[in-house]
């Protein structure tokens, strides 16, 4: 019973690397040069300590030098600490999204070396603040891609599949600490701008990364069948059914109404749209939910 489960996951494995377009590999190494060249010319410039694995990373190697007198290589050790994190989680993400983090992992490493060093700005806010930017913007597109940053997204995304809902404050204060302890053995001046680099990063990627960011979904329709069986082609969430009157024209109409992530919504609109081009939608975010609900799972 074992081998025959083995080898459709394979088999599945193999259609999803399938799904992989010219346009996600474009996507990454856009992404890859946005977080490369956040270390490059704002991290590496103003001395900071980056989020994750990068600055867990950049710490090994103080630490390795202050204390051993030893010059470990970033570019290896920050290889070694993601392939590490994604053997942990490897068996619980799709093959699709793990395959492009990494790929976003390796194309940072190598633009990180390939970039030349360029002075921006002596202002360490600035630094800061634009680092934290472009870091950000890195990884989200890397997240938009279907794939990650490497690193603690890996934890990030599994918790977040596991729980249903976002980790990145929980990230965020690991990175804190991480830092906090940076100050203590170092520099607290450093330290205090390398948060301040932190959050702007946290908080663009919160922004901008909507899986799993819930909406609720209002349709109005006179016909309903039509649109429920073409909604549920397209997407696996459970949809309610309510009998009413538009007070209007006093004409018998009907609500359907459902729970759907935020990147899932312009599919359903569409696939309503399809069914009853008269439909009215109205669409609302939610902070929260209880009860059963089917994550679409990464592929």
């Known amino acids: ?130 680092g934290g930017l472009i870091n950000g913007i890195g990884s989200s597109i890397a997240l938009r891609m279907n794939g990650s940053a490497g690193g603690t997204d890996f934890i990030a995304i599994y918790y977040s599949m596991v729980k249903n809902k976002p980790m990145w404050d929980l990230i965020m204060f690991f990175n804190i600490s991480m830092l906090v302890y940076y100050g203590w053995q170092y520099n607290w001046t450093l330290a205090l701008y390398s948060i301040l680099y932190q959050i702007v990063s946290t908080k663009i990627i919160e922004t901008y990364h909507n899986r799993y960011k819930l909406s609720s979904i209002h349709i109005i329709t006179e016909h309903p069948e039509n649109v429920s069986d073409d909604l549920l082609k397209v997407v696996r969430h459970g949809i309610t059914k309510f009998d009413g009157i538009g007070m209007y024209k006093k004409q018998d109409k009907t609500m359907l109404y459902m729970v759907a992530n935020a990147f899932e919504v312009e599919l359903i609109v569409k696939s309503i749209k399809q069914s009853d081009p008269c439909a009215f939608i109205e669409i609302a975010s939610v902070q929260r939910i209880e009860g059963n609900y089917r994550q679409r799972p990464l592929d």
């Open 1 to 130: 019973m074992i081998k025959p489960i083995k080898i459709q996951k394979e088999r599945q494995d193999m259609k999803n690397l399938k799904l992989i377009k010219p346009y996600h590999i474009i996507g990454v190494a856009v992404g890859a040069l946005f977080s490369a060249t956040a270390i490059k010319i704002f991290v590496q410039q103003g001395n900071l300590v980056p989020s994750g694995v990068a600055g867990l990373t950049s710490l090994f190697v103080m630490e390795a030098n202050r204390l051993l007198g030893i010059n470990l290589s970033f570019s290896l050790l920050y290889f070694v600490i993601n392939a590490l994190l994604l053997s942990l989680v490897y068996k619980h993400l799709g093959v699709k999204f793990l395959t492009l983090s990494f790929l976003h992992v390796t194309l940072t490493s190598i633009f990180v070396d390939l970039l030349p060093s360029v002075i921006a700005t002596q202002d360490m806010i600035l630094i800061a603040v634009f």
